[in-house]
């Protein structure tokens, strides 16, 4: 999906991906582990990351993390153009299942 739109600027390729991962980690949200989220986000940073050295590649991979990465609070690690409120979803921000339980347990 990522290698379909390497010359689009990060706002679009944003809001081309994020209905995609919500509307997969929302279907899958109840059966699926976060573990299985952590990976699919470790899985997207890094096709990400070869996105951003792709429109860049005569500059070093700090200089693209710097570009493409902002922190937002205490995440680090937030796809998102500079000055806008856009921000690309985590897989692992969709409570699963057993979290949804367990909240619904504490409100009893």
């Given at each position: 999906m990522i290698d379909g739109h390497k010359s689009v600027p990060q706002f679009d390729?944003?809001?081309?991906?994020n209905p995609v991962i919500r509307g997969w980690t929302n279907y899958y949200s109840g059966v699926v582990s976060k573990r299985i989220f952590n990976q699919?986000?470790?899985t997207?940073?890094?096709?990400l990351k070869a996105?951003?050295?792709?429109r860049h590649p005569n500059k070093s991979s700090q200089w693209?993390?710097?570009k493409y990465w902002q922190t937002v609070g205490s995440d680090n690690w937030v796809f998102k153009p500079h000055n806008q409120k856009i921000r690309l979803y985590k897989?692992?921000?969709?409570p699963t299942g057993l979290t949804q339980l367990a909240q619904a347990i504490a409100k009893f």
């Open positions: 390729l944003i809001a081309h991906l699919a986000d470790t997207l940073f890094s096709q996105w951003a050295e792709h693209s993390c710097q897989h692992r921000e969709t």
